[in-house]
């Protein structure tokens, strides 16, 4: 009983920074965010086609905007979400869920280290605005590929 509960507010805890923003869907899911004309997101490192070890240092560029927090209403801006082995999803019209291959930097961090498993791996960036909802147009980076060694 009693690790059943603590695995539950752990997982909880895990949701809160999204779990509000995700609250508001319908309020939010109608009206998306424009970006700045010629905003562009990309990976600096890793390279397409490297081979690296883990930890993999991913490093975020983005040009012609921002970097705010989620939560951070600002003209302009975005957070960063790093796309592992996934496309984004379908529907970019709601808030972008927080998985394993989803990977929201509501601190508006601009890199992060992933441990993968050895073999070919694929990462994107996708930004999105305060409440985690992609912009429209979407500002997404090229999907790079990526061999992780042994
Ligand atoms: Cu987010």
Same mark, same amino acid.
């Given at each position: 009983m009693r690790p059943y509960i603590v695995a539950g507010l752990l997982f909880a805890a895990a949701l809160a920074p #999204? $779990? %509000? $923003? /995700? $609250?508001?869907?319908?309020?939010? $899911?109608?009206q998306r965010t424009p970006p700045p004309h010629g905003a562009e997101v990309y990976i600096i490192s890793p390279k397409s086609g490297a081979t690296v070890h883990n930890p993999v240092l991913v490093q975020f560029g983005l040009k012609g905007m921002g970097v705010a927090p989620a939560g951070v209403k600002f003209d302009g801006t975005g957070h960063h979400h790093l796309l592992i082995d996934t496309d984004a999803p379908a529907d970019l019209a709601a808030p972008l869920p927080a998985t394993d291959k989803i990977v929201h930097f509501g601190k508006g961090q601009t890199e992060t280290t992933v441990t993968l498993t050895p073999g070919k791996h694929t990462l !994107? +960036? +996708? +930004?999105?605005?305060?409440?985690?909802? %992609?912009? !429209? %147009? %979407? #500002?997404?980076?090229?999907? /790079?590929? /990526?061999?992780?060694? !042994?």
């Open positions: #999204v $779990a %509000p $923003a /995700i $609250a508001q869907t319908p309020a939010v $899911a109608a !994107q +960036l +996708l +930004l999105a605005d305060q409440n985690h909802v %992609p912009h !429209q %147009p %979407p #500002v997404t980076s090229k999907k /790079i590929t /990526i061999t992780v060694a !042994q």
